[in-house]
């Protein structure tokens, strides 16, 4: 069965420089959401879309910002990277609102900033 | 608020039971996950309860809901060293569809 697609899987990036992650939800998937891992921590939830609308926000910094797109994949972009962005970004998929707790995870990809 | 809390470590030895203990503050969620974690890899979704339950069984995993005390159990049968991962929690935030997870179990299993 397809899964979620995250691109690229490893990231290296200096500081200041930006980035672009990538999200391809499971096939008919509409809403996509992205969360933040540090080393050791648990995954925090940073911003979700549904039909191509911001549904919810949470802990993103400003010079971060994302979209989904009208096939429903979803970019994360991150502006002036700091050595605290460094951290494993997954992104999850659901079928509609109302199943989100359904949520599937993709791999996450690897960002680090030196 | 929005606090999702788990023991740090818990150590076992090969085909004894595991239980991973997770206390949660928003009453109002509906949906609580058990998620697996191993090492650089992406989060497994092992099993959910709806808040209205009080016990999951799926195999070698029992889920186990107290919604008075807040409190989620998950208890692995015959713990196996490829259960050695870390084991995270979570809850539907309340009024949003975002996950809150807990700090996370790091599940070792001694041969």
């Known amino acids: 069965a397809a899964g979620v697609i995250q691109s690229p899987r490893h990231l290296i990036k200096e500081k200041r420089e930006t980035a672009t992650l990538k999200c391809y939800p499971i096939p008919r998937h509409d809403t996509v959401y992205w969360y933040q891992q540090g080393p050791g921590q648990d995954p925090q939830f940073l911003i979700s879309f549904y039909e191509k609308m911001q549904s919810d926000k949470g802990s993103i910094p400003d010079r971060f910002s994302a979209q989904q797109f009208s096939d429903y994949h979803s970019e994360l972009n991150m502006s002036s990277l700091e050595l605290g962005d460094s951290a494993l970004y997954f992104c999850a998929s659901s079928l509609g609102r109302y199943k989100s707790y359904e949520q599937y995870f993709g791999p996450g990809t690897r960002l680090t900033v030196t | 608020g929005e606090d999702v809390e788990q023991s740090l470590f818990l150590s076992v030895r090969e085909g004894d039971s595991s239980v991973i203990n997770c206390t949660y503050t928003d009453s109002s969620s509906t949906y609580l996950y058990w998620y697996k974690q191993e090492p650089g890899a992406g989060l497994q979704l092992l099993t959910y309860?709806?808040?209205?339950?009080d016990m999951k069984q799926d195999q070698r995993l029992t889920v186990l809901l107290n919604k008075k005390d807040k409190h989620l159990s998950l208890r692995i049968a015959d713990t196996q060293t490829g259960d050695s991962a870390i084991y995270f929690c979570a809850e539907t935030a309340s009024g949003t569809y975002k996950y809150i997870f807990g700090t996370g179990t790091r599940l070792k299993v001694l041969a």
């Open positions: 309860i709806f808040s209205n339950m």
